[in-house]
């Protein structure tokens, strides 16, 4: 029989790469045969971490920041999505969707890794102006990158390149074994979708794949 072209044999998977995953937060897992590698997306309040070769990390951001953040030298990464950079007066003050605990708890996974604080590096994507309309969140995006800058220095770890502001939503790869990414701007009839997406996000705090040609960085 014909092999088909389009099929691909997973990646056997090491303990450690098994218990990253059972971590995971905010995350779907499948099988892309074009990219021949198991993608991960992950949406507001996601997390995963990896140091499997397989594994391409993906997400799609409006106001919201994701940062990816890898230690180049021990093969292992991982990339987060958060929504708001603090908490406020919410409730919900532990929750990833802020990027206080969304970086905690990233940085720490990799850490209970690795050890290594001093080889992290990270890539610090998104916070664009797409919620302009509502105007209580109008520079959620602004705010949303100057937190996670300061949280980057403040912990010593050096952002390496960065892809943020502007009006345009993007949609981001990472690869964490290799800390490579790649991000697309999506054009202006997804911006609408997405600000509603993020706005109904905004108010549930409050009671409670890639196609197409890609900038590498």
């Not at 929750?95 to 605990?101: H, L, Q, V």
């Not at 994507?125 to 800058?149: D, K």
């Not at 690869?175 to 202006?188: A, C, D």
Request: one cysteine or more.
């Amino acid at each position: 029989m014909p092999s088909d072209p389009l099929r691909t044999a997973r990646i056997p998977r090491s303990p450690q790469q098994r218990r990253l995953e059972r971590q995971d937060i905010a995350a779907n897992r499948y099988r892309d045969r074009r990219l021949n590698a198991e993608v991960v997306n992950i949406v507001v309040g996601g997390c995963v971490v990896s140091d499997s070769p397989d594994v391409i990390i993906t997400t799609t951001l409006g106001s919201c920041v994701a940062a990816c953040v890898y230690d180049p030298e021990a093969g292992i990464g991982g990339m987060n999505h958060f929504l708001l950079p603090d908490a406020g007066l919410d409730t919900v003050s532990l929750s990833s969707r802020y990027g206080s605990a969304a970086m905690e708890q990233l940085i720490n996974r990799l850490l209970r890794v690795t050890g290594r604080r001093d080889r992290l590096r990270a890539k610090v994507f998104g916070g664009a102006n797409v919620n302009a309309a509502t105007l209580r969140h109008s520079n959620i995006g602004q705010r949303n990158v100057e937190f996670v800058m300061e949280y980057l220095a403040t912990e010593g770890i050096p952002t390496v390149s960065w892809d943020v502001g502007g009006t345009s939503p993007r949609a981001l790869r990472f690869f964490p074994t290799s800390g490579r990414s790649q991000r697309r701007l999506i054009g202006e009839e997804a911006v609408h979708d997405i600000a509603r997406s993020e706005s109904s996000f905004f108010e549930r705090l409050r009671t409670t794949s890639i196609d197409g040609d890609v900038e590498l960085f």
